[in-house]
């Protein structure tokens, strides 16, 4: 019996491929009204580029990191601290979350969804199925949700997880396992779907979800990566797979 499928973001549901800013320029560009905010609050900070110039810093070093196999999620929320507490700041008399509420956080241009999304979310949904979303964001997912809103799909989930409020990326079991209990759906009864074959695919088979491979153009397969249970190159191919494994799905509920 079929009761969930969790989603991958970035690469599965969203396409970047059109994104033709450097990250570095696009950040420098939505931490303007963050100095605005704090420097009309009273709080001395250095000019936006040597500003901006260290969240990139300790950005990049928050998920270099991550290569060290610990796989701490790196959070948005601890470089702004961070940050902050280095230039001085009295963090006593600045609210960390209000500061990133000043973030113009939004669908991110250059980016779209993929054509077929939302007719599948919504084939999905008229099923009766839980859908979440699981995404290894720096950002927290209330952040994310504005691209959700302006994408028009937020509602289709009935959970979304960011791995920095979590704490853990993919393809540690905790980001899994914690979408599975808010969904309310048990490993053998869901589908995780994924462009990572070491983040998605393998996390999610080691908690004991089917994943299928979002295939996008160029990746492959290498020996010793994970293999998917099916591997699609739209979304619309991941229905075949659904009647295959969950027969009568469409109409269970």
Not at 147 to 161: A, H, K, P
Not at 183 to 202: H, K
């Amino acid at each position: 019996m079929l009761d969930a499928v969790i989603f991958d973001l970035d690469g599965t549901l969203l396409d970047w491929s059109g994104f033709a800013t450097d990250w570095e320029t696009m950040a420098r560009e939505q931490l303007k009204p963050v100095h605005s905010y704090l420097s009309g609050n009273g709080h001395p900070l250095p000019e936006i580029d040597p500003f901006a110039g260290d969240i990139n810093s300790r950005s990049r070093a928050a998920w270099d990191r991550v290569q060290g196999g610990d796989l701490n999620a790196p959070r948005l929320r601890d470089v702004v601290y961070e940050s902050l507490v280095g230039f001085g700041l009295d963090m006593t008399a600045v609210d960390v979350d209000d500061v990133l509420r000043r973030y113009p956080w939004g669908q991110v241009p250059g980016t779209r969804l993929y054509p077929e999304a939302r007719s599948v979310l919504d084939t999905l949904r008229r099923a009766g199925l839980r859908l979440g979303l699981l995404t290894n964001a720096f950002q927290p997912m209330w952040m994310r949700d504005k691209e959700l809103r302006d994408l028009g799909i937020e509602s289709f989930f009935d959970c979304r997880v960011s791995a920095a409020d979590v704490g853990k990326l993919k393809p540690h079991p905790l980001p899994f396992e914690y979408t599975l209990r808010r969904v309310g759906a048990a490993p053998e009864s869901s589908v995780f779907v994924g462009d990572s074959l070491s983040a998605d695919i393998a996390g999610a088979k080691g908690i004991g979800m089917r994943a299928i491979w979002r295939q996008l153009p160029g990746e492959e397969r290498a020996a010793g990566d994970s293999r998917p249970d099916a591997t699609i190159q739209t979304l619309g191919e991941m229905l075949p797979h659904l009647d295959r494994w969950f027969p009568g799905w469409r109409n269970a509920n």
